[in-house]
Nanobody, 125 residues
Framework: QVQLVESGGGLVQAGGSLRLSCAAS????????MGWFRQGPGKERNFVAA????????YYADSVKGRSTISRDDAKNTVWLQMNTLKPEDTAVYYC??????????????????WGQGTQVTVSS
């Protein structure tokens, strides 16, 4: 079955960096548009970034634009989210998601068919 496993979260000071990984199995990654979402304490799950099947198109939430980079390597069945200049408000559980659907917005959680269990990112001030 399809599995998405996130890793790379942790505790970091404000201004620091983290690289989150999403290891995919049970699917042909090149067939999927991939996304990252996050959910802070008491908050809704919000879009962070997405990458097209080819990797040629990327999308970012305004809150992380310029500080984050999403990338993929289909041969390694892995998607990454590099986050720099982290802020306390970036504290959240970060989720990886995959979709085969066409024509639906990358920033909507309902677009995605598969989700990982999440990895905690905590940014201290």
């Amino acid at each position: 079955q399809v599995q998405l496993v996130e890793s790379g979260g942790g505790l970091v000071q404000a201004g620091g960096s983290l690289r989150l990984s999403c290891a995919a199995s049970g699917l042909t990654l090149s067939n999927y548009r991939m996304g990252w979402f996050r959910q802070g304490p008491g908050k809704e799950r919000n879009f962070v970034a997405a990458i097209s099947r080819s990797g040629g198109l990327t999308y970012y939430a305004d809150s992380v634009k310029g500080r984050s980079t999403i990338s993929r390597d289909d041969a390694k069945n892995t998607v990454w989210l590099q986050m720099n200049t982290l802020k306390p408000e970036d504290t959240a559980v970060y989720y990886c998601a995959a979709t085969r659907q066409f024509g639906r917005t990358s920033s909507s959680a309902t677009t995605y068919d598969y989700w990982g269990q999440g990895t905690q990112v905590t940014v201290s001030s």
